[in-house]
């Protein structure tokens, strides 16, 4: 079965920094591409940063030069570093993989930032 867990999530001050970090299992991590989405209050879940399996990434604008997205293949493992963090970032942080045009998705971990 197809699976991501995400965790790091947490409570903090404007201008911390956090590292979201998703577990994934049931198919072969290294062969696909990996995002991270999120949904904050009242919004529309939105992406936040991608990385393809040659390690090349894409950012929102509103992310780039705060956060950074990465992977270890031999953990199964992608990660979120959230630098500078903004009240905007409050958001439930979800990972994504795309497996044959089907999306999965994991249970999603809280970031709350408070100014």
């Known amino acids: 079965q197809d699976q991501l867990t995400e965790s790091g999530g947490d409570s903090v001050q404007s201008g911390e920094s956090l590292r979201l970090s998703c577990v994934a299992s049931?198919?072969?991590?290294?062969?696909?591409?990996m995002g991270w989405f999120r949904r904050g209050p009242g919004k529309q879940r939105e992406m936040v940063a991608l990385i393809g399996t040659s390690e090349n990434t894409e950012y929102a604008d509103s992310v780039k030069g705060r956060f950074t997205i990465s992977r270890d293949n031999a953990k199964n493992t992608v990660y979120l570093d959230m630098n500078d963090l903004k009240p905007e970032d409050t958001a439930t942080y979800l990972c994504n993989v795309v497996i044959i045009l089907k999306n999965y998705w994991g249970q999603g971990t809280q970031v709350t930032v408070s100014s």
């Open positions: 049931g198919f072969a991590f290294n062969l696909y591409a």
